[in-house]
């Protein structure tokens, strides 16, 4: 079974300060994906990052960046000088791979973060 | 312009209503889908299709009923919906290729309230 723990519920910050968003995962697949995504107030789901198992290459995109770090089971997202827009929910998920080797979208989403940036 | 345009955004049914919801995409994504998502909640899967045909079904009630009408379009019949059902439903598109699982682009979902 898999599982994605995000075990913060709310996170509220002052515009430009860093905010880290944690995520820790559990899944018996040797083969797997992470996954970011932001749900801002108008409700689509907007991808931000996909990173395989094989790949603990940290990756940084302009002010976003991700840790992960397969020792500790973790895949922690970090905004650099937050800004009022990225006040969104933001969503981890794992996805593993059927027999076929293919996913079909079938995500495991952690809880979600609120992320509340103030101006 | 978002990618994935869904309506209605927004929904009020009785419980012994008929409704649809409508799901388009011009992608060129072989592959859609069905979430539900409940308020202050993470996404569940509800229906794959993958070139155009039905290949998830995650133990969904009959009282929803996809269709996938052609490569473009995705739809989901309701049919004696519960209040329970009141939530947030949202279509995605991707392209499943083996050994990859697919990033996923979500439209903006209609909100469904069941009175």
């Known amino acids: 079974a898999q599982k994605v723990t995000q075990a913060q519920t709310e996170i509220s910050v002052v515009e430009k300060e860093d905010v880290t968003l944690d995520c820790v995962y559990e899944?018996?697949?040797?083969?797997?994906?992470l996954f970011w995504y932001k749900q801002p107030p108008s409700g689509e789901l907007v991808f931000l990052i996909r990173?395989?198992?094989?790949?603990?290459q940290n990756e940084i995109s302009g002010r976003y960046s991700w840790n992960f770090q397969k020792s500790t089971s973790s895949f922690n997202f970090t905004i650099t000088a937050s800004q009022v827009v990225d006040s969104a929910v933001y969503f981890c998920?794992?996805?593993?791979?059927?027999?076929?080797?293919?996913?079909?979208?079938?995500?495991?989403f952690g809880q979600g973060t609120i992320l509340t940036v103030h101006p | 312009d978002t990618e994935v345009t869904q309506t209605p955004k927004h929904l009020v049914m009785g419980m012994t209503n008929k409704k649809s919801l409508k799901c388009e995409q011009h992608?060129?994504?072989?592959?859609m889908y069905w979430y539900k998502q409940k308020a202050k909640k993470p996404p569940e899967l509800m229906f794959v299709?993958?070139?155009?045909?039905?290949?998830i079904n995650e133990s969904v009630p009959s009282r929803f009923s996809p269709e996938c009408p052609n490569s473009s379009l995705l739809n989901l019949h309701l049919h004696a919906l519960q209040p329970e059902d009141s939530a947030l439903y949202l279509c995605?598109?991707?392209?499943?290729?083996?050994?990859?699982?697919?990033?996923?682009?979500f439209g903006s979902g209609t909100q469904l309230s069941v009175l």
């Open positions: 299709y993958s070139y155009e045909k039905l290949s």
């Open positions: 995605a598109g991707g392209a499943p290729t083996p050994g990859s699982p697919e990033k996923l682009f």
């Open positions: 992608m060129g994504h072989r592959a």
């Open positions: 990173r395989n198992s094989f790949d603990e």
């Open positions: 899944t018996r697949d040797t083969t797997y994906y």
């Open positions: 998920a794992l996805s593993g791979l059927n027999a076929g080797g293919t996913s079909y979208g079938k995500l495991t």
